[in-house]
């Protein structure tokens, strides 16, 4: 199966690897079809996620189904994760490293947390899973 690039890059993540899906070109990535435009005037899928955000040696653990908006009013030094899933995941997380919570929804970057977060980091920037996951609620 051969990849072909797309036309312009995609709209939802920006990549430009495309592949053939029956005879429609898609994102490789996200599988956004060429040609199509998401109409503004409906809503957006609503996709819930976990997210991960590192500041100095602690990471915050919260859930947000506006991350871009929630992530830009949380002083952080990187986004490390995303995890699709809503409150009662982040419930769950929180219960699972409940023994090194700082406080809040902070826990200590141990190795145990940090080997957690490196099974959810399956692509280089975690925006890209999101923008995989807001194309599925759209298109599939
Ligand atoms: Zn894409």
Do not use: N
Request: a positive charge; proline letters at 8%.
């Amino acid at each position: 199966m051969t990849s072909p690039p797309l036309p312009d890059p995609c709209l939802l993540c920006g990549r430009t690897d495309g592949r053939r899906l029956d005879a429609v070109l898609v994102c490789a990535w996200c599988g956004w079809r060429v040609g199509d435009v998401p109409d503004h005037d409906l809503p957006r899928p609503v996709i819930e996620v976990v997210y991960y955000i590192r500041y100095d040696r602690r990471v915050k653990i919260g859930t947000s189904r506006r991350p871009r908006q929630r992530l830009s009013s949380i002083r952080h030094d990187e986004l490390l994760a995303f995890e699709r899933g809503g409150r009662d995941l982040e419930q769950a997380r929180h219960r699972e490293f409940a023994a090194i919570r700082e406080g809040g929804e902070w826990f200590t970057l141990t190795p145990q947390l940090g080997a957690h977060i490196a099974t959810l980091q399956t692509v280089p920037d975690p925006w890209q899973l999101h923008a995989r996951w807001i194309a599925e609620g759209l298109w599939m």
